[in-house]
Every structure is written in C-alpha cells, then in structure tokens.
Nanobody
Framework: QVQFVESGGGLVQAGGSLSLSCAAT??????IGWYRQAPGKQRELVGV???????NYADSVKGRFTISRDNAKNTVYLQMNSLKFEDTAGYYC????????????WGQGTQVTVSS
C-alpha cells in the first residue's frame, strides 16, 4: 500500500507562512487528505484533494490554506498562510475517502509550531 512521508514543518511566527510536502511511495488515483493533531486533541481533517485537483477544506483553514498535488511527482502540498497559534499541530497526510476519512497508514508527520 502507498505510504507517505511528510516534510516542511518548523517554527513560525503568527501571521507567517509554511509549505508542507507529502511524498507518496507510489502513484495513487485516490484523494489525499491533510490532517493535523494538536496535543491533547483528536486528529482532524484539514482538507482533501482529489486526483483531478478538486479540493475541500475545513472551515478553520478556508482562505488561508491551499492544497495542491503534482501527480507526476506523487507529491501533495499544503501551503499555509496567515498562520495562527491554534494551527500548531503535527501534520499528516493519508489516502482519503470522498468525505475525508483516512484510509491508509499514518506516516510520522511533520510538526508545525506557531508562536504567538
């Protein structure tokens, strides 16, 4: 099964930007979702992108985050702008259902820390 390696996290000030990458070990026609998990909270869906490039986002990130994918490179990206303290979390990607439910194995994720 396809597995993912997330990268690009780091420490950023509130209002700043970060770009995350999610590299798949093989090609997939599945939708891919970005998820995040803050300390003490459940993992939540950030957004989903279909193979054709259609996207859906959680209300909390709409207008600030953008998901894109390069199918030739088996890579999905998450551009995060206007970051807020509450965006601090571990960020993960995974195969996703049409409703954004995760379908595959979790990778190690990449940590995003936003300082206020």
């Amino acid at each position: 099964q396809v597995q993912f390696v997330e990268s690009g996290g780091g420490l950023v000030q509130a209002g700043g930007s970060l770009s995350l990458s999610c590299a798949a070990t093989g090609s997939t026609f599945n939708a891919i979702g970005w998820y995040r998990q803050a300390p003490g909270k459940q993992r939540e869906l950030v957004g989903v992108i279909t193979w054709g490039g259609n996207t859906n986002y959680a209300d909390s990130v709409k207008g600030r985050f953008t998901i894109s994918r390069d199918n030739a490179k088996n890579t999905v990206y998450l551009q995060m702008n206007s970051l807020k303290f509450e965006d601090t979390a571990g960020y993960y990607c995974n195969l996703a259902s049409a409703r954004g439910a995760p379908l595959g194995y979790w990778g190690q994720g990449t940590q995003v820390t936003v300082s206020s």
